[in-house]
């Protein structure tokens, strides 16, 4: 990445643009024109003016998913890639560009994907640890880089696995642990975040509150109470006393394990669960367009008591 001089230039984008967002929050009063890369982002900027990452840090991306290889029968494979967000946005998604972190051969998914990832996660926690000597191709010299990880991300199964929350159909189903409690849809383990309570409604006790009041949901989502929240009922799923209170407790809180995260030093991520951006593209190219079609050509799949004519 930064042997050559054209990797080397291509690799100081991001400190080229944190000095221009920085001057530009200088003049205009903390304020920014335009919001289009996680280097305009508070998580990343705080970390800036805190010192954990300097001009010379390698700041990643890790990004894993699974595939299905053959239509007509089960053959998962999962892969996860590093991505350099130190190059531009229409660059570090190229593929000479991607450093592939492992493949997961199938034909089932994995049951504990944490040890599949603690291989590259040791390697990676060393290196934040001493830092990485590098040659920069520009500057024709040696110099110590600091690994920084600032994002996992996976779609919603998959971010369940790395961040050690219940994933999309628990009771707190929120990637980013958001305090919006689901409703449980009667007969099934599945939660959904219904803000008003359904007339006549039989679901299980955990799912009888109130309607929720979302301005109270925003105003409770800051990343300090949300991390302060988390580490709370990490402390309460680990003094689970057997199986069945750890059940219990899972649903509460929302919380199933500690993540994989936690085993890395602190100031080397943006923190938990900053770290596990939203999933825009399967949220806004899939799931609401699978459930739009659907119901504007009237084939949408009905239950029983349902009429696909109301």
Request: proline share 5%; aromatic share 8%.
């Amino acid at each position: 990445m930064w042997r050559s001089r054209e990797g080397a230039e291509a690799m100081r984008y991001r400190q080229r643009c944190t000095e221009h967002v920085l001057r530009e929050l200088g003049m205009n009063n903390n304020k920014l024109a335009e919001l289009s890369d996680y280097i305009h982002g508070t998580a990343y900027l705080q970390a800036v003016h805190r010192g954990d990452i300097g001009k010379n840090d390698t700041v990643l991306l890790l990004s894993l998913d699974g595939a299905q290889l053959y239509r007509s029968k089960t053959s998962d494979v999962w892969i996860y890639i590093w991505v350099f967000l130190n190059r531009s946005p229409d660059s570090c998604y190229k593929k000479q560009n991607v450093m592939v972190g492992g493949i997961i051969p199938g034909p089932k998914k994995p049951k504990n994907l944490d040890s599949f990832l603690y291989r590259g996660f040791h390697h990676l926690a060393a290196l934040m640890k001493e830092g990485l000597v590098v040659w920069d191709g520009a500057l024709e010299e040696k110099f110590r880089s600091n690994i920084d990880l600032a994002f996992v991300t996976a779609d919603g199964p998959g971010i369940a696995y790395v961040s050690g929350l219940v994933g999309h159909s628990g009771r707190y189903g929120c990637r980013l642990y958001c305090p919006m409690p689901g409703r449980n849809k009667p007969g099934t383990g599945h939660y959904y975040p219904a803000a008003l309570k359904p007339i006549d409604y039989t679901g299980g006790a955990a799912s009888t509150h109130k309607d929720v009041n979302l301005i109270h949901i925003l105003r409770s989502s800051s990343q300090n109470h949300i991390e302060k929240r988390l580490q709370d009922s990490l402390i309460q799923v680990r003094s689970s006393r057997g199986p069945t209170q750890y059940k219990k407790n899972r649903v509460k809180t929302g919380v199933a394990k500690p993540s994989i995260l936690t085993g890395l030093p602190s100031t080397r991520i943006l923190g938990l669960p900053a770290s596990f951006p939203l999933d825009s593209m399967h949220h806004l190219l899939l799931n609401i367009p699978d459930l739009l079609f659907p119901l504007w050509r009237g084939t949408m799949e009905c239950e029983k008591g349902d009429d696909k004519n109301t």
